[in-house]
């Protein structure tokens, strides 16, 4: 089943033509609209129409995460506010958020995206599907809502959160596909467990979880505990949001876009392009995007392009599960989490020394991160009472920041460890990634090693 | 079928297209939008041969025709339908219609030829009528249907429109857009189209591409051009705009 046949099983000589028409008129826009991709072209003596091939991409600059914060808030936007229907902004990261925004346009090649994601998942017009994704400007849930509507499927938006509730709508309005992080859907299964209610009560067959990484094992222990068929999905608001890339039902990889996303995997040091089936950080450059077109966008994340056609039919080339980051973003509770987000405010407070350590772990289905700090002297031998109000302000202080909570413990002066060389200041003890092919089963987060 | 990439034209010093990839699948109508001096009807006329391309390159039907001659193009079925008609005044319709068969006229294949024109007077009733009078004393959108039917008499695989619809009044514009939509429907053509007027080929075209100083600069299938704000503003005037 596909949702748009022609596009998704396009031939590939077919697929080049349409991705190079679209990347020319994207550059062409790009430099007419947008200040800083016209500065970056003309620095570096590049015009548009040198691009006469897909590999010519090479030839462009890169844009990151930093670019989008420079240009906050509408700084990168193509076209003016009154063509903008939609706002949204990247998950968490409250200090420095990065917003997007999008066309009418925009919007439908979005839903359809979408779309695809949910057919190529199992989903049809014919199945309830709800959506326990956080409304808001995250956009999870607002892609899966409406591309589940364009679907034609029945939406049940109950947004992330109170579980029990989640789980008698579930119930009594016989979903039948769910959409949520995997760690979310973890935690219903749980929960569904504990209230003493049998897999075969639920009317549910599909989930499709995204938004986070998550390993085969949860995938497994996820499908068990609520009798589903569990797909992955990837997207990131800077690029669409979902509808990037999802897996089919052959679960082999993820069936990436392409006749709206271009991608690269580039070597995260030296930002050279790898071999297909080698790990490195994915690149992409949108070219159907009205509002907010990206070229060569670094996404950190790693991943590797898959060689051979899949069974089921598209040919969408596939990348596979997420394999780590290429810098040192966490992913707790769905929220970006960057170290330095926590650095910066352990600096703000007095009393405290600038030595700390971040632990991960994810408790059942649900992620917990407590942050160790080094108090200074002139405290910690003081009374217990001037501790707590430390540690509670510090907590407010980083929930206010970050968007979750944080557990804070402050440890003795020198008791945590010293680093020479490049400190590793997070133990994330999760097991959140897929390995590199060919690697054996057990991988770390690639901010912890 | 049709596939150009990175074409370049220049004109002496004026640099006409810059980088222009398309393509146009079969018994596909594509329209090319833009305003005056944006490079369509160059694009067109690099398309059939009458402008050569100083870089790029043009592939119809998996063979790379850049270089090849204008009459060997119209043997492939590459037909231009060029701005302003061109129809032969002092001719009659009749006469003008058989100009299209030029390539394949000879005593032998008469009959076949004067089928086909029969074909056309079908297609085009007016001209029927009016087969025996002369070209020049027709009104434009009879010119119109002519400058087509003589295409036809070409045995076109794809055609190429260019302004079809140009100093005509509005309602044999409609007209005339109808008979190459059903051109499409009825017999299979594959039709790219140069158009200022961007509604009427809009609402007949699959997909489009938008011009702007040699360049593309948009391409989309016909709904998501009409509801881009840059193309309402730009090319179908504001009457609409906020309706999309």
């Known amino acids: 089943?596909?949702?748009?046949?022609?596009?998704?099983?396009?031939?590939?000589?077919?697929?080049?033509?349409?991705?190079?028409?679209?990347?020319?008129?994207?550059?062409?826009?790009?430099?007419?609209?947008?200040?800083?991709?016209?500065?970056?072209?003309?620095?570096?003596?590049?015009?548009?129409?040198?691009?006469?091939?897909?590999?010519?991409?090479?030839?462009?600059?890169?844009?990151?995460?930093?670019?989008?914060?420079?240009?906050?808030?509408?700084?990168?936007?193509?076209?003016?506010?009154?063509?903008?229907?939609?706002?949204?902004?990247?998950?968490?990261?409250?200090?420095?958020?990065?917003?997007?925004?999008?066309?009418?346009?925009?919007?439908?090649?979005?839903?359809?995206?979408v779309a695809r994601v949910l057919v190529a998942g199992g989903v049809t017009k014919d199945d309830v599907v709800q959506i326990a994704f956080g409304y808001g400007l995250f956009t999870g849930a607002f892609g899966l809502h409406y591309g589940a509507e364009r679907l034609g499927a029945s939406v049940i938006p109950t947004s992330s959160g109170n579980t029990a509730r989640q789980i008698k709508v579930m119930m009594d309005f016989k979903t039948t596909a769910l959409v949520c992080t995997p760690s979310y859907a973890l935690l219903i299964g749980d929960t569904v467990r504990e209230m003493g209610i049998p897999v075969s009560a639920l009317s549910l067959k599909y989930g499709l979880f995204g938004a986070e990484p998550w390993s085969e094992a949860l995938r497994q222990e996820i499908e068990d505990k609520l009798g589903i068929v569990a797909t992955d999905n990837y997207g990131l608001s800077e690029i669409i949001g979902p509808g990037v890339s999802s897996e089919c039902l052959e679960r082999k990889g993820l069936?990436?876009?392409?006749?709206?996303?271009?991608?690269?995997?580039?070597?995260?040091?030296?930002?050279?392009?790898?071999?297909?089936?080698?790990?490195?950080?994915?690149?992409?450059?949108?070219?159907?995007?009205?509002?907010?077109?990206?070229?060569?966008?670094?996404?950190?994340?790693?991943?590797?392009?898959?060689?051979?056609?899949?069974?089921?039919?598209?040919?969408?080339?596939?990348?596979?599960?997420?394999?780590?980051?290429?810098?040192?973003?966490?992913?707790?509770?769905?929220?970006?989490?960057?170290?330095?987000?926590?650095?910066?405010?352990?600096?703000?407070?007095?009393?405290?020394?600038?030595?700390y350590q971040i632990v991960v772990d994810r408790k059942g289905a649900m992620d917990e991160a407590t942050v160790l700090v080094e108090a200074g002297e002139a405290i910690f031998f003081d009374q217990m009472r001037r501790q707590r109000e430390m540690v509670e302000r510090i907590e407010k202080r980083l929930a206010q920041e970050l968007g979750i909570s944080v557990e804070v413990k402050l440890v003795e002066k020198k008791t945590l460890q010293r680093f020479e060389g490049k400190a590793q200041r997070v133990i994330d003890n999760r097991k959140l990634w897929a390995s590199p092919p060919g690697a054996g089963t057990a991988s770390h987060h690639p901010s912890s090693t | 079928?049709?596939?150009?990439?990175?074409?370049?034209?220049?004109?002496?010093?004026?640099?006409?297209?810059?980088?222009?990839?398309?393509?146009?699948?079969?018994?596909?109508?594509?329209?090319?939008l833009g305003g005056n001096g944006s490079g369509k009807t160059t694009l067109l006329s690099a398309i059939s041969g009458v402008v050569r391309p100083s870089a790029g390159e043009i592939v119809f039907g998996g063979k790379d025709i850049t270089r090849e001659r204008v009459d060997h193009l119209v043997r492939l079925g590459i037909i231009h339908v060029p701005e302003g008609r061109q129809i032969f005044g002092p001719l009659t319709v009749e006469d003008n219609l058989l100009l299209g068969a030029y390539q394949r006229f000879s005593l032998r294949d008469n009959a076949a030829i004067y089928k086909e024109v029969e074909e056309v007077y079908r297609l085009f009733p007016?001209?029927?009528?009016?087969?025996?009078?002369?070209?020049?004393?027709?009104?434009?959108?009879?010119?119109?249907?002519?400058?087509?039917?003589?295409?036809?008499?070409?045995?076109?695989?794809?055609?190429?429109?260019?302004?079809?619809?140009?100093?005509?009044?509005?309602?044999i514009v409609h007209e005339i857009f109808e008979h190459i939509a059903r051109l499409r429907r009825e017999r299979g053509m594959t039709i790219l189209l140069v158009e200022q007027n961007a509604r009427a080929a809009l609402a007949i075209a699959d997909r489009g591409y938008v011009l702007e100083t040699g360049r593309v600069v948009l391409q989309g299938s016909s709904e998501e051009l009409l509801a881009n704000k840059d193309v309402q503003r730009a090319y179908l005037g504001r009457a609409r705009g906020a309706a999309s």
Request: hydrophobic residues 35%; charged residues 25%; negative net charge.
């Open chain 2, 1 to 32: 079928m049709l596939r150009a990439k990175n074409l370049h034209v220049h004109y002496g010093v004026i640099h006409a297209l810059r980088a222009v990839s398309i393509h146009v699948n079969e018994r596909e109508i594509v329209a090319l």
């Open chain 2, 126 to 171: 007016v001209l029927g009528q009016r087969c025996r009078q002369l070209g020049g004393t027709l009104s434009g959108g009879e010119q119109q249907m002519l400058a087509i039917g003589r295409a036809l008499l070409s045995r076109p695989k794809v055609l190429l429109l260019d302004e079809p619809s140009m100093g005509l009044a509005p309602r």
């Open chain 1, 255 to 355: 069936h990436i876009n392409e006749d709206h996303f271009l991608v690269e995997t580039v070597d995260p040091e030296t930002l050279k392009p790898v071999p297909p089936g080698d790990t490195g950080e994915l690149v992409i450059t949108t070219l159907t995007k009205e509002a907010f077109p990206m070229i060569r966008y670094r996404t950190r994340d790693l991943t590797c392009l898959l060689a051979g056609d899949c069974p089921c039919g598209r040919t969408g080339r596939r990348m596979s599960r997420l394999m780590g980051r290429s810098d040192d973003m966490l992913i707790i509770k769905g929220v970006n989490v960057f170290p330095s987000q926590i650095e910066a405010i352990l600096f703000e407070i007095e009393g405290t020394e600038p030595h």
């Open chain 1, 1 to 113: 089943m596909y949702w748009e046949p022609e596009k998704e099983c396009m031939d590939r000589e077919e697929l080049e033509q349409l991705q190079l028409e679209r990347l020319q008129a994207t550059l062409n826009r790009v430099y007419d609209h947008v200040p800083f991709y016209r500065k970056r072209f003309d620095a570096m003596g590049i015009s548009p129409e040198d691009i006469t091939s897909l590999s010519d991409l090479s030839h462009l600059p890169f844009t990151t995460k930093d670019d989008l914060r420079d240009n906050y808030p509408y700084g990168l936007f193509a076209v003016p506010m009154r063509e903008v229907v939609r706002v949204h902004a990247s998950s968490g990261t409250t200090g420095s958020p990065t917003v997007v925004g999008y066309t009418r346009n925009d919007i439908k090649t979005w839903s359809n995206l």
